[in-house]
T-cell receptor, first 115, second 111 residues
Framework: DTAVSQTPKYLVTQMGNDKSIKCEQN?????MYWYKQDSKKFLKIMFS???????INETVPNRFSPKSPDKAHLNLHINSLELGDSAVYFC??????????????FGEGSRLTVL | DAKTTQPTSMDCAEGRAANLPCNHS???????VYWYRQIHSQGPQYIIH???NNETNEMASLIITEDRKSSTLILPHATLRDTAVYYC????????????FGKGTRLSVIA
């Protein structure tokens, strides 16, 4: 069983469209994250949610709207896609509890290409 | 911003030990040193972490200096599959603080 799964793995779309990427974790974690990795390979945190509550929003444009229907899911919806949104988006999860190691588990990434 | 400094790239002969250094001179008392790696086109993978003591697991060893201002990740017998970008990250051990990635070290294992 895949611990952190993202769909779709590849997404090609036109500028101006709206698209969503879904993420699910089956590890029982209470915190989930979205990271963006651009063409220069820098990995940057976008959002983090703890128990469905948004706790970090790293100055991401409001065209990006994360939604966490429950602790096991964190979806990313992007409106009015721009060329600069082309990147690989990684979902991750961790357990924030006091006894945890703080290890993050990452999904395999969703490669978004905006034409 | 990342609180660590790593060399941009390193080479290692297959079968030899790979020693990847990391400087974290501003590390706080409650921050751990984490190592992750990213093999091409895959999600980052946890390797090891430590606070003060040296640590070892099935993947690697982590040596942290006594003043905690630097550390070294050791892959004892590097294989071609260890070719990846290795990230050294300092972070509090628990809670919901995200990892802040720097540029990492691109390790190339050569046959």
């Amino acid at each position: 069983d895949t611990a952190v799964s993202q769909t779709p793995k590849y997404l090609v779309t036109q500028m101006g469209n709206d698209k969503s990427i879904k993420c699910e974790q089956n590890l029982g974690h209470d915190t989930m994250y979205w990271y963006k990795q651009d063409s220069k390979k820098f990995l940057k945190i976008m959002f983090s949610y703890n128990n469905k509550e948004l706790i970090i929003n790293e100055t991401v444009p409001n065209r990006f709207s994360p939604k966490s229907p429950d602790k096991a899911h964190l979806n990313l919806h992007i409106n009015s896609l721009e060329l600069g949104d082309s990147a690989v988006y990684f979902c991750a999860s961790s357990f924030a509890g006091g006894a945890s190691t703080g290890e993050l588990f990452f999904g395999e990434g969703s490669r978004l290409t905006v034409l | 911003d990342a609180k660590t400094t790593q060399p941009t790239s390193m080479d290692c002969a297959e079968g030899r030990a790979a020693n990847l250094p990391c400087n974290h001179s501003t590390i706080s008392g409650n921050e751990y040193v984490y190592w992750y790696r990213q093999i091409h086109s895959q999600g980052p993978q946890y390797i090891i972490h430590g606070l003060k003591n040296n640590e070892t697991n099935e993947m690697a060893s982590l040596i942290i200096t006594e003043d905690r201002k630097s550390s070294t990740l050791i892959l004892p017998h590097a294989t071609l599959r260890d070719t990846a970008v290795y990230y050294c990250i300092v972070r509090v051990g628990s809670g919901n603080t995200p990892l802040v990635f720097g540029k990492g070290t691109r390790l190339s294992v050569i046959a």
